[in-house]
């Protein structure tokens, strides 16, 4: 189990599936800002969403990515995954590596987006499952 402020004995089984896009151009990550009619509105995060019945992660990575801003994408690894237990349930956010076809994105569920150095990604009102994931990318780029 990763380092999280999460579950200590929870079953991934039973846990919501989530994926989440580690999209770096340029030494930077996208993440974006959740809209106001959205849970955890207000919040930045590395986007994507809930996987669906018989999706593998990659196949929903990318369908996320469409869906929510409008740009194909190319899934890789798994970066890393991170559970999470929010007052609605619990999550298990898995973060895959992509690369974006295009950087011209058309914003569904989200207020705002924005290419983040790692470094700075915790001064951003992250979504609390994201933090693990963003202190990853914090700690690998520092090591480059």
């Known amino acids: 189990m990763n380092d999280l402020h999460s579950t200590t004995h929870g079953d991934r089984r039973t846990m919501k599936q989530v994926a989440a896009a580690i999209a770096i151009s340029g030494g930077k990550v996208l993440v974006t800002k959740r809209a106001g009619d959205q849970a955890l509105a207000g919040m ?21 990515l469409r869906e929510e801003l409008g ?22 956010l898995i973060a895959i590596e992509v690369a974006l076809h295009s950087h ?20 951003l009102n992250l979504a609390p499952a ?11 780029h520092a090591a480059n």
């Open 104 to 123: 011209c994105l058309a914003l569904t569920v989200h207020d705002e987006h924005a290419w983040i150095a790692p470094g700075e990604l915790l001064s």
């Open 44 to 64: 930045w995060e590395f986007p994507g969403g809930k996987l669906e019945p018989g999706e593998d992660v990659q196949s929903c990575i990318v369908r996320e």
């Open 71 to 92: 740009v194909c994408s190319t899934a890789g690894e798994v970066f890393m995954t991170s559970d999470y237990i929010y007052p609605g349930g619990a999550i298990s």
């Open 130 to 140: 994201d933090i693990p994931i963003a202190k990853e990318l914090m700690k690998r």
